[in-house]
């Protein structure tokens, strides 16, 4: 357990918000090294058959203009495709998703390392936004992160979805939900505020258990 706690602590993360022909939209912004070449990582984040070994099937077709398809997930085009640094995404789930897009820029760091930066800009109902913050999707996103370390290590959770239910997962998921917390609060939010997202946000991925 220490070791994933300290993979999330690996993470930077910051809050902002951008002003937008849409509306104003939220930024949730990760960065942290990788000790694998930028050409792996890239791959890693580009190649239909590893993106699955480390986040989730995906289907379509993935080049610039395509459409892709994450099972049970989120959807959209490719926006923006320059290997081996940048790529943006639509990032669309659901009904009448408004706009979402993620962004992922890699830059080498010597030989063998790689500083990752995931961006994700969207525009979310100000309801939602109250009752969860940045972590509704920072959590996610920390998960993410994690499990392309263990993939770029050779590694990877044998079974997610049962691991998710485990004692370990729902303490990390505290600890990242706490840290989407520390960031909202380094944003200017006010502490009352910020208290409730990560209430909110801490329930979600992490419900209390059935007694019994």
């Given at each position: 357990m220490s070791d994933f706690i300290d993979e999330?602590?690996?993470?930077?993360?910051?809050v902002g918000t951008r002003d937008l022909?849409?509306?104003e939209a939220r930024t949730v912004l990760l960065r942290r090294t990788y000790d694998a070449a930028v050409e792996d990582v890239w791959d890693a984040c580009t190649d239909p058959e590893r993106i699955g070994r480390w986040f989730l099937p995906v289907t379509g077709e993935l080049k610039l203009g395509g459409h892709y398809q994450l099972q049970g997930n989120a959807g959209g085009e490719i926006l923006r495709c320059e290997?081996?640094?940048?790529?943006?995404?639509?990032?669309?789930?659901?009904?009448?998703?408004?706009?979402?897009?993620?962004?992922?820029?890699?830059t080498p760091e010597g030989g063998e390392r790689t500083v990752f930066e995931l961006e994700h800009v969207a525009v979310v109902p100000a309801e939602f936004w109250d009752r969860f913050g940045p972590g509704a999707t920072g959590v996610g996103w920390d998960l993410a992160l994690l499990g392309l370390g263990l993939?770029?290590?050779?590694?990877?959770?044998?079974?997610p979805s049962a691991w998710e239910q485990s004692d370990e997962a729902r303490a990390l998921m505290t600890h990242s939900s706490a840290?989407?917390?520390?960031?909202?609060?380094?944003?200017?939010?006010?502490?009352?505020?910020?208290?409730?997202?990560?209430?909110?946000?801490?329930?979600?991925?992490?419900?209390e258990k059935p007694e019994g």
């Open positions: 999330i602590n690996e993470v930077h993360r910051a022909a849409e509306g290997p081996p640094r940048l790529l943006r995404v639509s990032w669309l789930f659901g009904e009448n998703p408004g706009f979402s897009e993620v962004e992922v820029r890699l993939h770029l290590r050779g590694n990877m959770i044998d079974d840290a989407w917390g520390e960031a909202y609060l380094a944003s200017g939010a006010p502490e009352d505020v910020v208290n409730a997202a990560v209430a909110g946000t801490t329930a979600f991925y992490v419900p």
